[in-house]
């Protein structure tokens, strides 16, 4: 949720551009055991299919340092981000 703001950014600035851009992304992604994210991709099922949209929203997600898993080990996560015009 902090990073919500840098989410929407990244797809208001296409929509500027493109006023009918909206669906989804999918990123997979590792959270390692100290919570921080590895090997954030673009994962397969991504409809919304705006590179710069794509890139930035995977880098975001990227950045983010998660708690540190309970299992005290890794966890892989694929996540949805879903767009549409207001």
């Known amino acids: 949720r902090k990073k919500r703001r840098q989410y929407q950014f990244c797809y208001s600035q296409q929509l500027q551009r493109f006023e009918n851009?909206?669906?989804t992304i999918k990123v997979a992604f590792t959270i390692t055991e100290s919570g921080r994210v590895i090997g954030a991709k673009v994962a397969s099922g991504t409809d919304l299919s705006n590179e710069a949209v794509?890139?930035?929203v995977r880098n975001v997600t990227a950045s983010i340092v998660?708690?540190?898993?309970e299992s005290g080990g890794m966890v892989k996560v694929t996540y949805p981000f879903r767009f549409?015009?207001?």
């Open 84 to 86: 549409k015009p207001n």
């Open 21 to 23: 851009l909206k669906g």
């Open 54 to 56: 794509q890139n930035c």
């Open 66 to 69: 998660f708690p540190q898993p």
